[in-house]
């Protein structure tokens, strides 16, 4: 089965079959039937897996710049 990632699209409620709320970060899924009804009503909307991981990629690169700043700044003391 697929799996996707899903958030609520904004000011909007969506709940998984088993009737958790989706957290507005999103939450990954497989994808079925109720998913894809509910990206049709317009409840929720996929992400792509890959766009995901290129989130995760950029908040990698800003983490590791932001401790190395933070190393050059202890070494001036």
């Known amino acids: 089965m697929e799996r996707v990632i899903i ?3 904004k ?3 969506a709940r998984l079959e088993d009737g958790r709320v989706v957290p507005d970060r999103g939450i990954e899924v497989t994808r ?3 998913v894809d009804r509910q ?3 317009g409840d929720i909307e996929m ?3 890959e766009e995901k ?3 995760k990629e950029k908040v990698k690169k ?3 710049k932001s401790n190395k700043n ?3 700044d202890n070494d001036d003391s």
């Open 32 to 34: 079925n039937s109720y």
């Open 39 to 41: 990206v049709l009503a």
């Open 11 to 13: 000011d909007r409620l």
């Open 53 to 55: 991981n290129a989130v």
């Open 47 to 49: 992400i792509e897996i």
């Open 70 to 72: 933070e190393e050059a």
């Open 7 to 9: 958030r609520p699209v």
């Open 62 to 64: 800003f983490i590791v």
